[in-house]
């Protein structure tokens, strides 16, 4: 089993569609997680952290459910350039810094 | 602006040649990485270095070294190339510290062994 599992998708939606995402992990003990969004040919960069209360940044809401170790990823009101992978991060055990990524979701919102 | 910068976006190498990806950030970060992307696979770690001169291997260290002599510098190297190694590599930085820091990337290089 993969310690961090996502649907790769693609999830296909019209623009102004709300489409959620959800990220299984393995590790019960996990303390940090994270969305990371890839570009086609492009390098990940992080688009939000994942706090145990959730977090919301515009139309990006984030949320944790330790009790069955899975993380979700909402996206409201979808634009053309959200298109992209989304990557969920989860931090290793033996080493707060280092990262587990999942192989992502590919969303491609159209017009 | 943060930055990391990768030596090389294209490579092409035949099998049996020492390989040399460097990767540079100017963010006084400690730590570096290296990871591969496959698809399917999600990014695996090659190698981590979390100060100068100091090492750690990732998940898939095999076939591949590293050096770190200056801070601001993390090299990988394919000491003989081989087909299996043709691959998305990527390297990143983060700040010293525990859990919550970013990973930044650099822009990646798409390496071909032939």
């Known amino acids: 089993r993969k310690e961090v599992e996502q649907d790769p998708g693609p999830f296909n939606v019209p623009e102004g569609a709300t489409v959620a995402f959800n990220c299984t992990y393995s590790?019960?003990?996990?303390?940090?997680f994270f969305w990371y969004r890839q570009d086609c040919r492009k390098e990940p960069k992080l688009l939000m952290s994942v706090y145990s209360s959730g977090n919301e940044d515009g139309r990006f809401t984030a949320q944790l459910n330790r009790a069955s170790q899975y993380i979700s990823l909402l996206i409201r009101d979808s634009k053309l350039s959200d298109s992209a992978t989304y990557l969920c991060?989860?931090?290793?055990?033996?080493?707060?810094?280092?990262?587990?990524f999942g192989s992502g979701t590919r969303l491609l919102v159209r017009p | 602006d943060v930055k990391v910068t990768q030596s090389s976006r294209y490579l092409v190498k035949r099998t049996g040649e020492k390989v040399f990806l460097e990767c540079v950030q100017d963010?006084?970060?400690?730590?570096m990485f290296w990871y591969r992307q496959d698809p399917g696979l999600g990014l695996r770690l090659i190698y981590f270095?979390?100060?100068?001169?100091?090492?750690e291997k990732g998940d898939i260290p095999e076939g591949y070294s590293v050096s770190r002599e200056k801070k601001e510098r993390f090299s990988l190297i394919l000491e003989s190339a081989s087909t299996n190694q043709t691959s998305m590599y990527l390297c990143?930085?983060?700040?010293f510290g525990t859990g919550l820091n970013e990973q930044f990337f650099g822009p990646g290089t798409r390496l071909t062994v032939l």
């Open positions: 991060v989860v931090n290793r055990m033996d080493s707060s810094y280092k990262l587990i």
């Open positions: 590790n019960s003990a996990s303390q940090s």
């Open positions: 990143a930085s983060s700040p």
């Open positions: 270095s979390y100060d100068v001169k100091m090492k």
């Open positions: 963010m006084d970060h400690e730590n």
